[in-house]
Structure formats: C-alpha cells, structure tokens
C-alpha cells in the first residue's frame, strides 16, 4: 500500500509559476518510479512528466518541455513538478502517481501506475 498527497496548486496568472509536491508513505520511497498526470475539463487523462527511483531519468510530455522540472526527495519522500511559464491550457487537475515495480523506468503510461493521489487543482488565467 501506497498513500500519496499532492499539495501545491492554485490559481496563477499566465507567465506565473507553481510548485507542486507528492507526499509519499507505505513502501520504500526510491524503490520506485512516480508521475505526474493531469485533467483537464473535458479532456481525457494526459501524462505530463515522470522520474525513475533515482532522479536520475526524466520524462515529459512535448507541451512541458523547457517549462517544466520533475524532481524528486528520496530522504523526504517527496516528488515535485516545478511548473514556470505557465499558459491557461495548463489548467488542470494534477495528479502524482506511483509504479511499483522494483526499480522501474520512469513510463509515460498511466497504465503501468499502481497508486495514485487524490489531485490538486492548478488554474492558469489569461
């Protein structure tokens, strides 16, 4: 078992920047790959960005390129998406994920995710 709390969002004009973060708890923080995921109203589910256990490969979705980092804290169990630059079709609710498998490869598929977190709601005005 696996319990993740996002905190973080918010409501930020065009341009601004927020930082999220993925507090994790229940296994082994950096066994483990974590994602970032989000929906937007009306949309379907969208990967943004992903980190193995180490930090050490990053993943992320060609619309976040340059604008965003995934980070993670193996010490405090905690991943983050610094997000700057921000444009209203980033709005959102952001979602941490968690893939179990035993050192596993930062995926880009949300199918391969175990856990997820309850989502934190980031709104970008124009």
């Known amino acids: 078992q696996v319990q993740l709390v996002e905190s973080g969002g918010g409501l930020v004009q065009a341009g601004g920047s927020l930082r999220l973060s993925c507090a994790a708890s229940g296994r082994t923080f950096s066994d483990y790959a974590m994602g970032w995921f989000r929906r937007a109203p009306g949309k379907e589910r969208e990967f943004v960005a992903a980190v193995n256990w180490s930090g050490g490969n990053t993943h992320y979705t060609d619309s976040v390129k340059g604008r965003f980092t995934i980070s993670r804290d193996n010490a405090k169990n905690t991943v983050f998406l610094q997000m700057n630059s921000l444009k209203p079709e980033d709005t959102a609710v952001y979602y941490c994920?968690?893939?179990?498998?035993?050192?596993?490869?930062?995926?880009?598929?949300?199918?391969?995710?175990?856990?997820w977190g309850q989502g934190t709601q980031v709104t970008v005005s124009s």
């Open positions: 994920a968690a893939d179990l498998k035993f050192l596993g490869i930062a995926s880009t598929d949300g199918g391969e995710y175990d856990y």
